[in-house]
């Protein structure tokens, strides 16, 4: 756990949040749907506890994107920066976009998720530990996510 407030915004800078504590791990995940909703290799995302987030500017701006049954994706409507997604009917952590983050963060990734399904393009050089799909269950807890929400069930991450 990781506890040290921290600030993001979206790109135009009218939508701003704080975060007061961030539950780690976190994993970079190489699905199709966390490589569409970044427009990359893969996503960061952390899980915060939704007691522990909040925005404090331009909660009217943000618009939403359910991208699969009961996984919301909240993004600027101004910019259309991806922010934060919420996973399940009574979401306890939401998940936020690493590079939306305005502060420094230094937690190191626990691992890569979903690398079956990695770009051909990307080349993974660090040392972190690969998975094919979801980690076994007992071997990495990713809060908020829809392994833990769904017990690994779920193609995407």
Same mark, same amino acid.
């Given at each position: 756990? +990781?506890?040290?407030?921290?600030?993001?915004?979206?790109?135009?800078?009218?939508?701003?949040?704080?975060?007061?504590?961030?539950?780690?791990?976190?994993? +970079?995940? $190489?699905?199709?749907?966390?490589?569409?909703?970044?427009?990359?290799?893969?996503?960061?995302?952390?899980?915060?506890? +939704?007691?522990?987030?909040?925005?404090? /500017? !331009?909660?009217?701006?943000?618009?939403?994107?359910?991208?699969?049954?009961? &996984?919301?994706? $909240?993004?600027?409507?101004?910019?259309?920066?991806?922010?934060?997604?919420?996973?399940?009917? &009574?979401?306890?952590?939401?998940?936020?976009?690493?590079?939306?983050?305005?502060?420094?963060?230094?937690?190191?990734?626990?691992? $890569?998720?979903?690398?079956?399904? &990695?770009?051909?393009?990307?080349?993974?050089?660090?040392?972190?530990?690969?998975?094919?799909?979801?980690? /076994?269950?007992?071997? +990495?807890?990713?809060? !908020?996510?829809?392994?833990?929400? $769904?017990? !690994?069930?779920?193609?995407? !991450?």
């Amino acid at each position: 756990m +990781l506890e040290s407030p921290l600030d993001g915004s979206c790109m135009c800078g009218r939508v701003r949040f704080q975060i007061d504590k961030v539950i780690l791990p976190y994993v +970079l995940c $190489h699905c199709n749907s966390c490589k569409k909703a970044t427009g990359s290799a893969y996503a960061a995302n952390i899980a915060v506890p +939704l007691e522990d987030f909040q925005l404090i /500017e !331009g909660a009217d701006l943000i618009q939403t994107y359910e991208s699969s049954p009961g &996984k919301v994706r $909240h993004f600027c409507g101004s910019c259309a920066t991806p922010l934060y997604t919420l996973v399940g009917e &009574k979401p306890k952590f939401t998940r936020v976009r690493l590079g939306s983050l305005d502060s420094d963060f230094s937690a190191t990734p626990a691992a $890569h998720i979903f690398v079956q399904s &990695k770009a051909d393009w990307e080349s993974i050089t660090d040392s972190l530990p690969q998975f094919s799909e979801w980690p /076994e269950p007992g071997i +990495l807890n990713i809060p !908020g996510s829809r392994q833990s929400t $769904h017990n !690994g069930q779920r193609p995407d !991450g």
